[in-house]
């Protein structure tokens, strides 16, 4: 297992390197001149000029790029905001807790709603029941989150009065940020779900377990379920960094203070430090998050376990083999 994991930590690294040179290249080649919204339209050309040599907004692509890589695979450093002077990082750090727990609570809606809704949609294939849980799925795949943003602040906020409509005051603030961000993910997940269970109920081995007169309820949540839920961890882990990045939608429709607020309004500004050191950190955590899905899945899964124990001792072998032909 050393190896599978060593394996997947190299293989994050030029996934990083190439969101973060993308990300430069969008921004580099992105019209705006972030020096007039500094200094405003009553700066001389010298004065520009001047501003502009200061950001190093002068100098030629791979200049930029390499100290940009530099500066934050190296020094670890974000840089400094262009509109009030603070450091990147530390603006980053201070509003992303509030960013993973909209993320986190939307993933784990998903595990609590969508997989019972998905299991329930398998085992009554054709029926009300299934018509019933797959047109859910689908609605919510299909509507935009900032619409149901803006019809939970309608309903819930304006005319109930029941849920603040912005900020992160107290905890029940979250519900409404959550509960429009994880929309889409319910449906997929249910979807996805689903289509794995009716796969799994037809195998050999559930076949023979009803044969035995095994209880249903026992074979639905102990044998076929674990089985089916292999697959869709990995779907969790990429709706968890679907979940962050539709934060930036979510927490600018409710003024919530986080990483997506941030970034929104540094685009605004082209603030383009914000601006990259945010995708650039929302990139390395996505990554993250699918490596810790990969361990989970490499530990679950039997067959990536033997894959890899059976590399393990053909190399021990071929070492004992080794040492008896020198002996």
């Not at 190439?18 to 705006?32: D, K, Q």
């Not at 502009?52 to 974000?78: C, S, V």
């Not at 998903?110 to 029941?129: D, K, M, N, S, Y």
């Not at 009803?210 to 076929?224: D, F, M, N, Q």
Request: charged share 15%.
């Amino acid at each position: 297992m050393t190896r599978y994991i060593i394996k997947r930590l190299l293989m994050l690294i030029p996934v990083i390197l190439g969101v973060a040179i993308l990300i430069f290249t969008i921004m580099y080649f992105t019209p705006g001149d972030p020096v007039k919204l500094i200094a405003g339209d009553t700066m001389t050309a010298e004065q520009h000029d001047q501003i502009a040599h200061e950001l190093g907004l002068d100098q030629p692509y791979f200049t930029r790029l390499f100290k940009f890589l530099k500066q934050t695979f190296i020094d670890f450093d974000l840089g400094t905001s262009y509109i009030d002077n603070s450091s990147v990082s530390q603006q980053l750090f201070t509003r992303l807790p509030r960013t993973a727990i909209i993320a986190s609570v939307c993933c784990l809606l998903q595990i609590i709603i969508a997989i019972p809704l998905g299991v329930t949609a398998a085992t009554h294939q054709g029926g009300f029941l299934d018509s019933f849980c797959i047109v859910l799925a689908i609605i919510a795949i299909s509507v935009p989150s900032f619409w149901i943003a803006m019809m939970f602040i309608l309903l819930f906020s304006l005319r109930l009065d029941w849920l603040p409509s912005f900020g992160i005051d107290h905890w029940y603030s979250y519900i409404l940020p959550c509960a429009a961000n994880c929309l889409m993910g319910l449906g997929s997940t249910a979807r996805q779900t689903r289509s794995q269970m009716l796969e799994v109920i037809r195998s050999d081995y559930v076949v023979t377990a009803r044969a035995k007169g095994v209880p249903e309820r026992t074979i639905l949540y102990s044998h076929a379920l674990p089985n089916a839920l292999i697959p869709v961890i990995t779907h969790l882990g990429t709706q968890f960094g679907s979940a962050l990045g539709g934060t930036v939608v979510i927490e600018t429709v409710f003024s919530i203070p986080g990483v997506g607020y941030y970034m929104t309004n540094a685009i605004s500004n082209r603030d383009y430090p914000v601006v990259l050191g945010g995708v650039t950190l929302l990139a390395v955590l996505f990554c993250l998050v699918v490596f810790l899905v990969d361990l989970i899945y490499a530990f679950i899964d039997p067959r990536i376990k033997a894959q890899y124990e059976g590399s393990q001792k053909k190399r021990l072998k071929k070492t004992e083999k080794r040492g008896k032909a020198y002996a």
